[in-house]
């Protein structure tokens, strides 16, 4: 079974900076089946990026995903009030669905 | 606009059998390009995908919880539903229905989820 670890747990960043967050699998997987979301507080998780590039219907251009092999980035380009949630990367394998354990990106 | 819609009781007692039901409305469950799931978030903490089922019937569990969990549709409803037996405090969490892409590549992610609904074990 893969695991996906998100590093880090917690990023504090101000308003207009960049954030890059990492979402490290196990073993080589296939980027087809890698994707991110995005939680906000009391909310249902929301669909950003698909097949690890890919931007979901209405997700703003400052969010890319990148990656490949075992090693997949989310980055946010100039983060908005809205940006600050966490943000979980999630696989699928072999009839197994898994998800990273989130990280948090906060105000600094 | 697709939307998805958990239903249940809030509160269960261990050792009994939490039983959700997940509403589709704005498009077909019978459709050949989607799954449909359900994923669990304790208060607190991370996202623990529960199961996937396909409307034939077809279905794939996480193994941590396959001796417990069942999960079925009911296409004439445009309705499926989850069970989860013998249930303790460490299940309680909020508990989310959603679909997934199943067809084309990318796929086999969640594009779309219900509001979720918070389930307390507790007597």
């Known amino acids: ?108 | 606009q697709l939307q998805l819609q958990e239903s249940g009781p809030g509160l269960v007692k261990p050792s009994e059998t939490l039983s959700l039901t997940c509403t589709v409305s704005g498009g077909t469950i019978s459709s050949s390009t989607y799954f449909w799931g359900w994923i669990r978030q304790p208060p607190g903490k991370g996202l623990e995908w529960i199961g996937t089922i396909y409307y034939s019937g077809s279905t794939y569990y996480n193994s941590s919880l396959k001796s417990r969990v069942t999960i079925s549709v009911d296409a004439s409803e445009n309705q499926f539903s989850l069970r989860l037996s013998s249930v303790t405090a460490a299940d309680t969490a909020f508990y989310y229905c959603a679909r997934l892409i199943k067809t084309g590549a990318p796929r086999y992610y969640f594009d779309y989820w219900g509001q979720g609904t918070l389930v307390t074990v507790s007597s």
């Open chain 1, 1 to 108: 079974e893969i695991v996906l670890t998100q590093s880090p747990g917690t990023l504090s960043l101000s308003p207009g900076e960049r954030a890059s967050l990492s979402c490290r699998a196990s073993q080589s997987v296939s980027s087809t089946f890698l994707a991110w979301y995005q939680q906000k507080p009391g909310q249902a998780p929301r669909l950003l990026i698909y097949g690890a590039s890919s931007r979901a219907t209405g997700i703003p251009d400052r969010f890319s995903g990148s990656g490949s092999g075992a090693d997949f980035t989310l980055t946010i380009d100039r983060l908005e009030p809205e940006d600050f949630a966490v943000y979980y990367c999630q696989h699928y394998g072999t009839s197994l669905w898994t998800f990273g354990q989130g990280t948090k990106v906060e105000i600094k």
